[in-house]
């Protein structure tokens, strides 16, 4: 199954809260179910400014140390891709725009993330997922 790495805390607010546009340099032409993995990395500077732009979308995150890393923590599916020049919700200017929807929560899965689309084995998603 396809997969995607999201840092936090991003990978937490598609799976459990609102987001439903992942902004990305690059467009996809994928349509359908891929996995969010919950990047490793995650500074506090960087967590502490995607928590400030969550509370201005209504959205509170969890704390830092309560998050998941280094795993497989959620199936979205991918129903379009857009460039868009200005800003618009969870949407940045001059970024591609993956419109998400159905995100579902499943047994996180410990797994290294790749940059990319990357293939995780069908086997090891089947026993979490159904």
Known sequence: MKALSVRQPW??????????IENRGWPIHYRG????H???T????????AKGFCQGMGVVIPELIS???GQIIGIVTIVD???SQVASGWG????YH????NPREITPIPYIGRLGIFEVPDDLVMEVAA
């Open 11 to 20: 990978a937490w607010a598609i799976i459990h809260s609102t987001k439903n």
């Open 92 to 95: 940045m200017p001059e970024q």
């Open 81 to 83: 891709c857009k460039f």
């Open 33 to 36: 179910d891929i996995l969010i």
């Open 67 to 69: 998050l998941r890393r």
């Open 38 to 40: 919950a990047a490793k």
């Open 42 to 49: 995650c500074t506090k500077k960087a967590y502490f400014e």
């Open 98 to 101: 993956w419109k998400l929807e």
